[in-house]
């Protein structure tokens, strides 16, 4: 069915035509949905093309209101506010739109595959310490998205840079050696990423003491950081590492392996996956190659110390650092390296780096060093920026462990919802193991919605109390109401009802908006796509889910006054509930059918 957008931009070319012989193309974009606090469905907006017919762009816009009311059909009604055009469609259309798609499998996903292929990096931990509550919204994000242009009709590849190499895993190592002996996860019953993280903790306690000592000592902070034995061990553990020193390499493979099984476990708690893994032990040697053929190109300069560095000045930025004195790499390193791997495996439209705001100079930088390297195709290189996760005490800091662990955020979510579900009785007739099922549901389900409905470049306050409340915008709302349509469905067909769709239904004010609500949701999901934002999903649900309770509240649906709007009642429920389960499932959430 032609979507009333379509139908509006193309009669008012002719009306346009008609009533002032100008050839104007109106597209889509002077056309948007009517404001809350106007009356009307549809609103056009006539400054846009008022200049040049000339005139009142009040006067021009009742002209045009009264075309479309005396010779469009799905006009029933307009009004004019200053230089919009609110127009009223006529039940009919809403009726012939939510008869045409009722029934289609995955109502508002694109039907149309684009020929691009995108990658999405996201999660990108490190190895030296276990997942927290940043790298959970980084999660979030990026499987989201990920949904959500799939939805749009993209090829996407979701993919993870792992940082297993670097300064930071080497501090870890050292401190094993030094502190953990033969000590190992399955001796103390905990999981391998965290048993590393620990280490890497003891090292930065330990770092920090040399400093203070050292800066008694009349030292200067900065050089104290630089001399303290501790960071000088990790420095020469980094260098046998990139030596390829076997005993040096074994440790790091066994301390690697240990995170790597713990990490799989949270990835499988959080429903999270990937099609492509980078370790960035594997790409920094395509960068150390770039490195040497930029430097032979004069794209980078070395310095009397044997450092490799890029001047960026003239850009607006400063000296960049791309390979240190003992040519061990830094980030950027294996950032250039990864990408040009990934480009030469795909043929990617774009690459999407989901990584917090606090790297942003990091690609930026990132872009124009490839771009003076020669790679045009960093111009496809888009770093989705989101803001931080932040606590009621404060920002997260890993050095001093003072980190929300997401192992144990997943077993404090399923436990407030096993505790509230109990309260509130919503287990009752279930079975073990579909109670266990449910408080999954629930509180994993409340912990990404509440996430994911602000804007990713917004920072975030979290509170687990507030994101598992069953009323207002939360998951738990949303899901009650789609299992409340269940129930009613469960009802209608131990009634042995069958409904059917007759014509010329009566719409009540409430129906109306529903149909509508149903109808932007393909409008919904591309403006998603558009601005990278899984928030757009979330508020929508929330408001359909709102907007049902409330229509369920004021209309009775197995009683209702007649048969026909009891079998449109049912269809519409139904509708409903498959457009929040699509929505829920594009933020990686599912939907319990009873609760």
């Not at 109502?107 to 931990?125: D, H, L, R, V």
């Not at 950027?332 to 439209?349: P, V, W």
């Not at 996430?451 to 306050?461: E, Q, S, T, V």
């Not at 719409?507 to 899984?534: G, M």
Request: aromatic share 12%; net charge negative; glycine share 6%.
């Amino acid at each position: 069915m032609v979507r009333i957008e379509e139908i509006i931009s193309k009669n008012v070319a002719a009306i346009i035509k008609k009533l002032y012989n100008k050839d104007i193309e109106v597209s889509e974009n002077f056309i948007q949905k009517t404001k809350e606090e106007f009356d009307g469905d549809i609103t056009l907006v006539v400054f846009s093309f008022a200049k040049i017919i000339g005139g009142s762009p009040e006067k021009i816009a009742e002209e045009i209101g009264t075309e479309f009311k005396n010779n469009l059909s799905e006009i029933s009604d307009f009004n004019v506010i200053k230089g919009f055009l609110n127009l009223k469609i006529n039940d009919n259309y809403w009726l012939e739109y939510f008869a045409d798609n009722n029934k289609e499998k995955n109502y508002g996903f694109s039907k149309t595959k684009k020929e691009e292929t995108i990658m999405i990096e996201y999660c990108s931990p490190n190895t030296n310490k276990p997942l927290h509550l940043g790298h959970i919204r980084n999660c979030f994000l990026g499987h989201s998205i990920s949904e959500i242009l799939k939805a749009n009709g993209s090829k996407v590849i979701k993919a993870n840079l792992v940082n297993d190499r670097g300064i930071h895993i080497c501090k870890t190592m050292l401190a094993w050696q030094k502190w953990g002996s033969d000590d190992a996860p399955e001796h103390n019953d905990i999981k391998g990423d965290h048993f590393v993280g620990n280490y890497y903790v003891l090292f930065e306690k330990n770092y920090k003491s040399e400093i203070d000592e050292l800066v008694a000592k009349g030292i200067s902070e900065e050089e104290a950081k630089k001399q303290a034995g501790l960071i000088l061990q990790a420095q020469e553990l980094l260098k046998k590492w990139e030596d390829r020193d076997i005993d040096t390499i074994n440790l790091w493979r066994k301390m690697n392996n240990w995170v790597y099984a713990g990490f799989e476990e949270t990835y499988t708690a959080l429903d999270i996956s990937f099609d492509k893994v980078y370790h960035e032990s594997e790409t920094y040697i395509t960068g150390k190659k770039i490195i040497e053929d930029g430097l032979k190109k004069g794209v980078f300069f070395e310095k009397e110390d044997g450092s490799v560095w890029i001047d960026l000045t003239a850009d607006g930025y400063d000296e960049k650092l791309l390979l240190r004195a003992d040519k061990t790499s830094v980030y950027i390193t294996q950032d250039l390296g990864t990408a040009l791997e990934r480009t030469n495996e795909f043929n990617l439209s774009k690459m999407i780096y989901i990584v917090g705001n606090e790297q942003d100079y990091h690609f930026a930088i990132l872009k124009i060093i490839l771009k003076k390297l020669g790679y045009n195709w960093a111009d496809n290189i888009f770093h989705l920026s989101y803001g931080m996760v932040e606590l009621p005490s404060g920002k997260m800091k890993s050095r001093e462990g003072k980190v929300v662990d997401a192992d144990d955020l997943i077993n404090e979510m399923l436990e407030t919802a096993r505790n509230i579900t109990k309260e509130l009785g919503k287990i009752e007739g279930m079975s073990f193991e579909e109670a266990q099922d449910l408080y999954r549901k629930i509180g994993l389900g409340a912990l990404k919605y509440f996430i994911l409905k602000i804007d990713p470049k917004k920072n975030m306050l979290f509170s687990p109390d507030e994101s598992i409340d069953f009323n207002g915008n939360t998951a738990p709302f949303i899901q009650y109401t789609f299992a409340r349509i269940q129930s009613i469905l469960r009802k209608s067909e131990s009634m042995e009802i069958k409904p059917v769709l007759a014509q010329g239904i009566a719409l009540n004010e409430k129906e109306k908006e529903l149909i509508k609500l149903i109808y932007y949701f393909p409008q919904i999901i591309k403006q998603a796509a558009e601005e990278y934002s899984p928030a757009v999903i979330a508020n929508y649900a929330y408001t359909l889910a709102k907007e049902y309770n409330q229509f369920y509240h004021d209309y009775p649906i197995l009683k209702a006054e007649n048969e026909s709007s009891m079998n449109f009642r049912l269809i519409l429920s139904a509708f409903i509930a498959e457009v929040i389960k699509s929505s829920l499932k594009l933020l990686g959430i599912d939907v319990p059918y009873r609760m």
